[in-house]
Structure formats: C-alpha cells, structure tokens
C-alpha cells in the first residue's frame, strides 16, 4: 500500500503541471495583417496565424466527435448577421467592399463552433477614383 501512494503521490504534481500547461495553452488566433485603421485598396488581405490549435475544415469528422487541437474561423464583415467559415490557414481574401471604414471579425471556434477566442481588425477602403479611357 506504502509503495501505491508513493507511486500516486510522484504522479499527481506532475498531472497538476500538465494541467497548469494546458490552461496556459489556449487556442488564440492573431491578425498579422492589416493593422487596425490601415488604408487597402478594393482588395482586402488578411494575414492571420493562430497558436495551439489547427485551422481544418469542421466537416472532415463527424459532427459528434471533438477533436483536440483542431478549429476553424467564422468570418464575419460589417457586423453582418452570417458568416462564412473558413478553414485553411490561408490569407483571408476579402473583397467588393465599398469604400469607407470597414471591420471583419475572426471568430476561432472548434469542431463544434464553439467560439474559442476572436479577433477584429478595422481598415478602410480607399475611395476609387476614376480612371480616364485611352483611345
């Protein structure tokens, strides 16, 4: 019995450790690009990159099973009452904005959709000018 709650009592600080690491590792996803207030032109390109979880599709498993480490964004523009998911770990490519000011959402969410962390950047498009035709 003396030799069981030895062997216990060297486990259990090194579960609590791995349950401290776990905790500190938090599915993050971060906007590399463009900064916030930035001026684009009628293309937007988001840069991203997200730390301790893999950007999939949520279709690949079925619905029922949760997957550890993997997650997808929710992409919403403008506030807008949809979203398009996105799974790669490619830039985000928006666009056909109009000009003005402009804010796109980037919701991190698991296989669930579960939002997980999000990120907003705000930019605004670059009023078109016009373009005299060569004859």
């Given at each position: ?8 009592a ?21 906007v ?8 684009a ?45 996105y799974s790669?770990?490619?830039p ?8 003005g ?14 939002a ?20």
């Amino acid at each position: 019995m003396r030799n069981a709650m030895t062997r216990f009592a060297g486990v259990l600080p090194m579960s609590m450790f791995s349950l401290a690491a776990f905790a500190a590792a938090k599915p993050k996803v971060v906007v590399d690009s463009p900064t916030d207030g930035q001026t684009a032109q009628d293309l937007v390109l988001i840069k991203f990159h997200t730390e301790n979880v893999r950007i999939e599709s949520p279709f690949a498993e079925p619905a029922d099973t949760a997957r550890a480490n993997v997650g997808h964004l929710q992409i919403i523009v403008d506030g807008g009452s949809w979203h398009r998911i996105y799974s790669t770990p490619h830039p985000v490519v928006i666009a056909g904005l109009g000009s003005g000011a402009h804010r796109v959402e980037l919701v991190l969410a698991d296989s669930h959709h579960k939002a997980l962390d999000s990120k907003t950047v705000q930019f605004t498009i670059q009023e078109k000018n016009a373009i005299p035709l060569q004859h």
